[in-house]
């Protein structure tokens, strides 16, 4: 069976994509996640964890937070320990700027998620219509849902109802596509 392993920054990546992933995944791949202690702990173990993987039929998909680092030179780096590790084919994904910002791309989904009326209109703003863009979007959710969305349970709540094919983040749909196109070359 193949198996599919996601190498994450943070727990609340974890708890959106256990929600988002049953959608997205074929039937008879087993999913996994290695949950690091922030960015620079995934930096500095990511390559220990890919070189002692032993299961056979893994393949890796690593999502970061772009934060205020350049999205390219990050992009490079973490593919760059990825390959020093054996796991050239691994996947990097980079959240740009943040998570949140996959969330902004969708306020239908958070209005939805959070039980919250009103949000969906506001995807029509210039703020709205390029998340991607927000420099501080978790700060601008929290300010649009009057500080209900908080990471974890936020996460849980909104992911369920994100769509696939209609948000407004570039980065979130790349995403989708990555992982639909992984599932794809690894026969799933």
């Known amino acids: ?89 691994t996947m990097v994904r980079i959240a740009c700027c943040e998570l949140e910002s996959w969330y902004l791309g969708d306020l239908q989904a958070v209005e939805l998620g959070l039980k919250l009326k009103g949000l969906t209109k506001h995807q029509g703003s210039s703020k709205f219509r390029h998340p991607d863009a927000l420099v501080n979007a978790a700060e601008e959710l929290k300010k649009l849902t009057k500080g209900k969305y908080q990471k974890l349970s936020g996460s849980r709540a909104i992911a369920p109802h994100l769509s696939l094919s209609d948000n407004k983040s570039t980065s979130f749909n790349v995403l989708i596509r990555g992982i639909e196109r992984v599932c794809k070359e690894m026969g799933a």
């Open 1 to 89: 069976m193949s198996h599919l392993v996601f190498c994450l920054e943070e727990p609340s990546a974890k708890a959106m994509l256990e929600k988002l992933l049953p959608r997205v995944l074929p039937d008879g791949l087993s999913v996994g996640y290695i949950v690091f202690e922030g960015k620079q702990d995934l930096h500095r173990q990511l390559g220990k964890r890919l070189r002692g993987w032993q299961r056979p039929d893994t393949r890796f998909i690593v999502i970061r937070d772009q934060d205020s680092s350049d999205c390219i030179i990050t992009k490079a780096e973490l593919a760059n320990i990825c390959a020093e590790a054996g796991r050239a084919d």
